[in-house]
């Protein structure tokens, strides 16, 4: 639910940046795309905005010791790609630190939102259609049958529509998703105005422009917290009326365009308003029809307009890319559809804040460990393993076994040696297994932990042989009166020489399948369905003798 949320409102904000200059920037393409190009270029972000693109991508996090060094990606997993970023910046977008119980709060107005908006909007439409139902009578005789024919010929339309007339209409509409009807005014029409209003109405039929119409009323709805998609809808219903115009005019001289503007003036003298989401509008407004007319009149042929469509799709599928990015959480859904947890997965190196956590990391740690950290609603248990190595966690809420939160458990003072004796037997293990009651909702101040305990065992023997700098490589030059810079030197790992990498293992000799492992995530909700993750991990030496960790999460 969180991560739907956040998901929902970034890619909001960052298409309405997008709606916005390309409404602004609709008068001047008009002077050289044609109106049917820019209305279906719209298409692209109305789908965007109520299927958002969401790709899986592998952006690695570096985490260096040294002045955010850039890793070189050698060493990496084969089949998978990491890309070598620095941290992730959130400037556009910050974080969202609600606690559970506030995304629930919000996902439920976010809902009763669509709810209202969707239940005003079918009230005026079944309102109107009351209207016409009880007012309209269908139109019969001979000589706009005729015209009726013909129109339908003209434009290649099979099947049989209505024609209704009605004292309070407005405005010709086509009103009926499934049961199309052209309603009109009832007044008395010569012939051209009586083809031009049908054959206008009857392009929006043969378009599917009321099923265009209902997209961005689920857009809106969905969206109906942002007002850069209201006007959108205002912008895609002037361009719907222009491109129609558009078609009907097509391959008319002058004067046969002239005498359609003048239709649309005599429908505008006559103009009241009754139209909602779900009907053509043949009027549109003064600002509106002025613009209509200028384009009417315009016989200069414009481009169709599918480079604009291009660089909308990418620039949609672009924020789909962005919003992961700055959102990696990656929520969890098990193919069944039974799972009933909101839950996801983050990683992090030690020196990572969870603010820069993500679904993939590379990072630089001399002594290589991973953190993750498992958040959601609703989880009854979580069971994770490894194949090689050792997982240790952190309970700050002190509900789990006592090792994760009591220091006392695992680490004892020696008084005789005045030292703390630690005891890893105690602490880490192959496997974690903890549960949580119906009450439990901090499964983010759980932390968890991968240790490469068995490589550094390995490294530690033959008296430190496997660390660079020590028994490994050129070895560090102690001055025998260091100085207080020079100790600060050597604790960074830095005896002044210029060698990078001092203290970390070098990997050369260990197995190479022990340099790979995996963790398995199982987590089960509250009615008893699981679902399953891996985390693979990777650990391998850079060209700075430089020991990295490299981990994501599996699709």
Not at 341 to 362: D, L, P, Q, Y
Request: hydrophobic share 40%; net charge positive.
């Amino acid at each position: 639910m969180k991560d739907f949320m956040i998901m929902l409102i970034t890619y909001s904000a960052a298409l309405s940046p997008v709606i916005l200059s390309y409404a602004a920037l609709t008068s001047l393409l008009s002077k050289r795309y044609s109106a049917k190009g820019l209305y279906y270029s719209w298409l692209v972000i109305v789908i965007g905005l109520i299927v958002p693109y969401r790709p899986q991508i592998c952006a690695g996090i570096i985490n260096s010791s040294n002045n955010n060094k850039i890793i070189p990606e050698n060493n990496i997993f084969p089949g998978f790609s990491a890309v070598s970023i620095s941290h992730l910046n959130n400037k556009v977008f910050p974080r969202f630190p609600l606690q559970g119980k506030w995304w629930t709060i919000i996902f439920a107005v976010w809902l009763c939102g669509i709810m209202f908006f969707l239940s005003y909007q079918c009230f005026k439409h079944l309102r109107l259609v009351k209207a016409f139902n009880r007012w309209s009578k269908e139109i019969k005789n001979e000589k706009t049958a005729s015209i009726l024919k013909k129109v339908m010929r003209d434009l290649a339309l099979s099947g049989k529509i209505k024609l209704l007339s009605c004292p309070y209409a407005g405005s010709p509409v086509l009103i009926g998703l499934f049961n199309p009807r052209i309603i009109i005014p009832e007044q008395d029409y010569t012939d051209d105005e009586l083809y031009f209003i049908l054959r206008h109405e009857l392009v929006h039929y043969k378009r599917r422009d009321l099923w265009y119409k209902s997209l961005i009323l689920l857009a809106t709805a969905i969206h109906w917290f942002n007002p850069a998609v209201y006007i959108m809808a205002k912008i895609v219903g002037m361009q719907c009326e222009l491109s129609c115009d558009e078609y009907v005019v097509s391959g008319m001289d002058a004067a046969t365009r002239y005498r359609y503007c003048e239709t649309l003036i005599g429908i505008f003298k006559k103009q009241t308003l009754m139209s909602t989401a779900l009907t053509t509008n043949f009027y549109g407004g003064k600002n509106g029809m002025k613009r209509r007319i200028l384009s009417i009149m315009n016989e200069g042929k414009r481009k169709i307009g599918l480079f604009i469509a291009g660089i909308l799709l990418a620039v949609v599928i672009g924020a789909g890319f962005y919003c992961k990015a700055v959102n990696p959480a990656d929520t969890l859904t098990p193919s069944s559809g039974k799972f009933n947890a909101a839950v996801s997965i983050k990683m992090a190196g030690m020196e990572n804040t969870r603010e820069n956590t993500g679904t993939s990391v590379r990072y630089v740690d001399p002594r290589p460990s991973l953190e993750f950290y498992i958040e959601g609603e609703n989880i009854a248990k979580i069971d994770i393993s490894c194949e090689n190595e050792y997982l240790a966690a952190i309970d700050w809420t002190k509900t789990q076994h006592r090792k994760y939160w009591d220091v006392n458990y695992y680490q004892t003072f020696d008084e005789e040696t005045q030292a703390s004796v630690f005891y890893p037997d105690k602490y880490f293990d192959k496997t974690i297994s903890l549960s949580f009651n119906e009450d439990f909702t901090d499964y983010q101040n759980i932390w968890y932990r991968w240790h490469a305990l068995n490589l550094y065992e390995w490294a530690l023997e033959n008296n430190y042989s496997r660390f660079f700098g020590y028994g490994s490589g050129q070895k560090i030059k102690m001055p025998d009166n260091p100085t207080e810079d020079q100790k600060l030197m050597l604790a960074a790992g830095n005896d002044g020489s210029g060698l990078t990498g001092l203290g970390h293992i070098q990997l050369s000799g260990y197995p190479d399948e022990l340099t790979k492992d995996r963790i398995t995530v199982k987590i089960t909700d509250r009615t008893g369905n699981t679902i399953t993750k891996l985390i693979n991990v990777k650990i391998s030496n850079n060209e700075f003798n430089e020991t990295v960790v490299t981990a994501y999460l599996e699709n």
